[in-house]
């Protein structure tokens, strides 16, 4: 399923300003509570709470091509994160670039956005009572 991205600038401004940071070698996570994950609820087609991904990457990275394929890693990178680990729901997330990413692989990608979520309390723990 495709993600829900974030669209409007003032959300990036908010989850900067506001939110939660995780600082990696390839990424920056920035994770804010999104106040319109009820409305996006009744939307979504299993009626579940669903986060809004933004991916920031400037033209420091280099040309288009470039940029492209960082965007393209990192997004994959966070399809594998949700397919494998529980992931809160309900959240806008901000993914940075930083400039190590150009020589880094999905799986790097990976390991660093699992270690970010990890750190920011967005996996869900299981209670289970042994």
């Not at 106040?35 to 920031?56: C, D, M, S, Y």
């Not at 393209?72 to 397919?83: L, W």
Request: include cysteine; charged fraction near 30%; hydrophobic fraction near 40%.
């Amino acid at each position: 399923m495709k993600f829900r991205a974030i669209q409007e600038n003032h959300l990036y401004q908010k989850a900067y300003a506001k939110g939660k940071r995780c600082v990696t070698n390839t990424v920056v996570v920035y994770v804010l509570r999104d106040w319109h994950a009820k409305r996006l609820r009744f939307e979504h087609p299993q009626k579940q709470f669903v986060n809004r991904i933004g991916i920031t990457v400037t033209k420091r990275q280099g040309g288009a091509v470039e940029r492209n394929r960082i965007k393209r890693v990192i997004r994959e990178a966070y399809r594998m994160a949700e397919k494998n680990l529980p992931v809160r729901r309900g959240y806008l997330i901000v993914l940075c670039a930083r400039t190590a990413i150009l020589q880094a692989k999905t799986p790097a990608v990976y390991a660093d956005l699992s270690y970010a979520l990890k750190r920011l309390d967005m996996l869900r723990i299981s209670e289970e009572k042994s």
